[in-house]
């Protein structure tokens, strides 16, 4: 079945510093990649997506990148602000309408001011 | 709208005994989701549903079931609960259209089996 990897665990940086996390799939039947927000003690949010026909996606300060063939897709945040400390995860999805959802272990990001 | 809506918030079991968490949706979503959230292990699928009717497993479905007699409505119940499933239960649901994926959860449900 879709493995999904996640990396780092945890990420501390300095408030304004960039920061970066990776995801690894296994399905190459994987055609959506979404990245969830959550907050302690909070339910997860959908923070940005991207679906297998497209590279890139922004939105103001993320962005996320796909490369299908590595089976490898990335989150980064720029400009980190201390509310941006939350755990993070990444997921791959799989059918019409990515109902099958694998999600990774998640990230704990950390945001020094 | 409501969203997506779970109770109970908190539960404690002994070990062996049943029970049922609710999870509903206001939103006519076909899609519906039940995933466990334990420490350093992200988001596990348990079960999901593609429309009332039909269910499929997930990662971890042993211990449990569900049902999907609406499109509203999707059940989790633990048959003979036991200490290990003890976590954090969080309830999803998606429109299932092509190019709307994104999964709405609900509050969560807090289980703890002593």
């Known amino acids: 079945g879709e493995n999904v990897e996640q990396h780092p665990s945890t990420l501390s940086v300095q408030e304004g510093d960039s920061a970066v996390i990776k995801c690894t799939y296994s399905?190459?039947?994987?055609?959506?990649f979404p990245w969830y927000k959550q907050e302690l003690g909070k339910r997860p949010q959908l923070i940005i997506d991207i679906r297998s026909n497209v590279g890139e996606k922004k939105d103001q300060r993320i962005a996320v990148t796909l490369n299908k063939t590595a089976k490898h897709f990335s989150l980064h945040i720029t400009e980190t602000q201390p509310e941006d400390s939350a755990v993070y995860f990444c997921a791959a999805s799989t059918g019409t309408g990515g109902f099958k959802t694998i999600f990774g272990a998640g990230t704990r990001l950390f945001v020094k001011a | 709208n409501a969203g997506v809506t779970q109770t109970p918030k908190f539960q404690v079991l002994k070990t062996g005994q049943s029970m049922t968490l609710q999870c509903a949706q206001d939103?006519?979503?076909?899609?519906m989701s039940w995933y466990r959230q334990d420490p350093g292990m992200g988001l596990r699928l348990i079960h999901y549903s593609v429309g009332a009717g039909i269910t499929d497993q997930g990662e971890v479905p042993n211990g449990y079931n569900v049902s999907r007699s609406t499109t509203e409505d999707f059940p989790l119940r633990l048959l003979s609960a036991a200490p290990s499933q003890t976590s954090v239960y969080f309830c999803?649901?998606?429109?299932?259209?092509?190019?709307?994926?994104?999964?709405?959860f609900g509050p969560g449900t807090r289980l703890t089996v002593l």
């Open positions: 399905d190459s039947a994987s055609n959506y």
């Open positions: 939103m006519n979503h076909e899609y």
């Open positions: 999803a649901s998606a429109l299932g259209l092509a190019g709307y994926n994104e999964q709405f």
